[in-house]
């Protein structure tokens, strides 16, 4: 195991030690994930590399049922998820794999594989790696780029879990924003064959946008602003027309809240 921190918390280096060589602790200065995630890319001298996130954990069944799929042939494999958040499990299902070889329009447009329940053949993350222009967004956009060159599968049940939490790096709406439209851009000028969904995912990720600002009271008439804009440029979805809906409301609709961050 390799761990890669950046924190100012001695005792992760500490608690790193009692598990002898099987641990190879790294400190870095701080410079996002994609570049911590390399560092241990780089650290790594085994065949197959997994990720896990220091608010997350692994089902202790993962390695047993994605290995041989990668000793099958296949270069990456992916499962299923449990997402723990505000004291309640819910199950999160990746994207079935229906068509290989346009694998990676099906995630362009769904998303939906989650960065702990991926395991990959060390070879194929020397030829594709986290772009560190990414302060989040970084791992649809290299999943979507190893889609597009190597073969994935799947595995329809879940075998990690992941804590969602308000004050994680997400919680930054504008730059979450920022880099959504960074990383649709980005494909869509490396594999031509993702423009037609440009505009559908570009509409996704504003009406993401203007739900994130509707759970701050300070941010509600951001959000409208987004989603007037959209109906101008008669971008209507009945998603559109429940968020300006619940956009008017007064902020005392806890429920309706709730409702606006519980669902996609």
């Known amino acids: 195991m390799i761990i890669v921190d950046s924190s100012d918390h ?55 049922k ?37 694998h990676h329009i099906k995630y362009f447009r769904e998303g939906g594989v989650g960065s702990r329940s991926v395991l990959t053949r060390k070879d194929v993350l020397d030829q594709e790696r986290f772009d560190n222009r990414f302060s989040v967004r970084e791992d649809p956009h290299l999943w979507t780029r190893i889609f597009a060159d190597y073969t994935p599968a799947r595995i329809g049940e879940p075998l990690s879990y992941k804590r969602k939490r308000s004050d994680s790096l997400t919680a930054d709406r504008d730059q979450a924003f920022k880099m959504q439209l960074l990383e649709i851009n980005d494909l869509v000028e490396r594999y031509p064959e993702l423009e037609p969904y440009r505009e559908e995912r570009e509409l996704k990720a504003k009406l993401l946008y203007a739900k994130t600002l509707i759970s701050d009271e300070n941010r509600i008439g951001d959000a409208r602003s987004v989603l007037l804009n959209l109906l101008k440029n008669k971008k209507i979805t009945i998603r559109l027309l429940i968020l300006l809906f619940i956009s008017t409301l007064p902020i005392g609709n806890r429920w309706l809240l709730k409702y606006v961050q519980n669902n996609k």
């Open 66 to 102: 994605q290995l041989p799929l990668l000793n099958d042939g296949y270069d990456i494999v992916y499962s299923d998820e449990y997402l723990i958040y505000d004291g309640a499990i819910s199950y999160i299902s990746s994207p079935p794999i229906d068509d290989y070889e346009n």
């Open 10 to 64: 001695s005792q992760v280096q500490e608690i790193a030690a009692n598990y002898g060589e099987n641990v190879e602790y790294t400190w870095v200065e701080p410079d996002g994930v994609a570049a911590a995630r390399n560092q241990g890319i780089d650290a790594a001298t085994g065949d197959v590399i997994g990720f896990c996130d220091a608010d997350d954990f692994w089902n202790q069944d993962k390695l047993s």
